[in-house]
């Protein structure tokens, strides 16, 4: 009858010092081979394998370790999160950001020092859109101005977040919350004023605008999918309020801004010489030539009827003497350019005096005229006094 063999073999442990060999099994069956006698033993009949070997070695230099997956699947995974798709997003952030912030300081510097715009599209629209009411909030702050400071903080943030070091202490989910504001409220503006220039300024077509429009609208689809849905279905109301907020202001500004009439859009006025018809008194004449002698000028519009009254008030004699500079001498439509010269005095209405240095607006007395530039009169008769 056959003798059955159990083995039993105690833990050992075993680490690889050829790449193609197992040193346990080698010396196991050297052991075996060896002493076969004292390999094996009778227990309780049954005959038992006894193994005593513990096989350890330490690696050679020969050996090559065994690849470490771990560290390898966290690494790819490290590499994979540094590349992921959200810091494309900040990339273009800032890549978007800066083209918006060159575009709106360029604009800003026209707007502040009174230039003409070179419009690449649409010949002279840029220049009337960028000179009229829609241009300043509240009448004050330059359109640009804004622009510039919003595209610049989307720029300087993208940045910062691309580099993973953000300012004042912000973290990624403020600088991100700080970033929808922001662009919501562009887009939102960008809205608003497409729809002015379809509406307002019919048949032009402004380049600048278009870009800014487009800048602002492709910033805001990179922020609604980098955030992604759930978190946008979070954040609604929020987007919403500042949507409203932005169009209500702008609204609010353009209606209080714009005190004429709605047909000022449409004005366009070719140029006319305007004819005074009275006569001049001998007070009017000495009065315009000591004006004139003193180099003070009177700064007025063609179109503008209290121009014309200060004019009739001096008489036909008396106007030729006087230095009136035209504002407006190529006519005017909706959003021509004043006159260099009239604008760096900063005109808020015509007429405008420049009297010895002093700025006044409005159509004046002979009095006040001839107490600012220190002509010597008798105020009780209106008449001159000559001096000794």
């Known amino acids: ?61 020969d050996s090559e370790p065994e690849p470490d997956t771990t560290s390898s699947s966290s690494s790819s995974s490290s590499l994979s999160s540094s590349s992921s798709p959200r810091d494309l997003s900040y990339n273009l952030y800032a890549g ?16 502040l020092t009174n230039s003409s715009v070179f419009c690449p599209i649409g010949g002279g629209s840029c220049s009337d859109i960028l000179n009229s009411d829609y241009a300043q909030v509240f009448g004050v702050v330059p359109l640009p101005l804004i622009g510039m400071a919003a595209y610049g903080l989307v720029a300087v943030l993208g940045l910062q977040l691309t580099r993973k070091s953000l300012p004042f202490g912000l973290n990624q989910t403020d600088a991100r919350l700080v970033l929808l504001t922001t662009i919501t409220s562009m ?11 379809s509406t307002k300024f019919a048949g032009s077509s402004c380049s600048y605008c ?12 990179i922020t609604l999918k980098d955030i992604g849905l759930p978190e946008i279905q979070k954040e609604v109301g929020l987007q919403l309020f500042v949507a409203g907020l932005v169009i209500v202001t702008l609204n609010s500004s353009y209606s209080k801004s714009r005190s004429g009439p709605s047909s000022m859009d449409d004005i366009n006025l070719p ?32 179109w503008c009827s209290h121009c014309l009254e200060q004019k009739e008030m001096f008489g036909r004699e008396a106007a030729k003497f006087l230095n009136y500079v035209e504002c ?3 006519g005017f439509k909706k959003g021509t350019l004043m006159e260099k010269t009239c604008a760096v005095v900063g005109i808020e209405g015509f007429p405008t005096w420049v009297i010895n240095g002093k700025v006044l607006s409005g159509e004046l007395e002979f009095s006040e005229l001839a107490e600012a530039s220190g002509f010597p009169f008798d105020k009780t008769s209106q008449s001159p006094v000559l001096v000794q």
Not at 188 to 197: E, K, V
């Open 210 to 221: 278009l870009l800014s429009a487009l800048l602002s609208f492709s910033l805001f689809f």
């Open 187 to 197: 887009a939102a503006a960008s809205g608003y004023f497409l729809y002015i220039l």
């Open 271 to 302: 140029y006319f010489p305007t004819e005074i018809t009275s006569e001049s008194s001998p007070f009017a004449v000495s009065l315009a030539k000591h004006l004139n002698s003193i180099g003070a000028k009177m700064y007025g519009a063609f």
């Open 1 to 61: 009858m056959a003798t059955m063999a159990s083995f039993s073999t105690p833990s050992f442990s075993c680490r690889a010092s050829l790449p193609h060999s197992n040193p346990c099994l080698t010396r196991l069956s050297f052991a075996m081979f060896q002493n076969k006698s004292s390999a094996f033993s009778w227990v309780r009949g049954r005959r038992t394998l006894l193994l005593p070997l513990r096989c350890s070695s330490p690696p050679t230099q």
């Open 96 to 111: 978007l950001g800066a083209v918006g912030f060159v575009e709106t300081t360029y604009l800003t510097y026209l707007k």
């Open 328 to 330: 407006f001498p190529n």
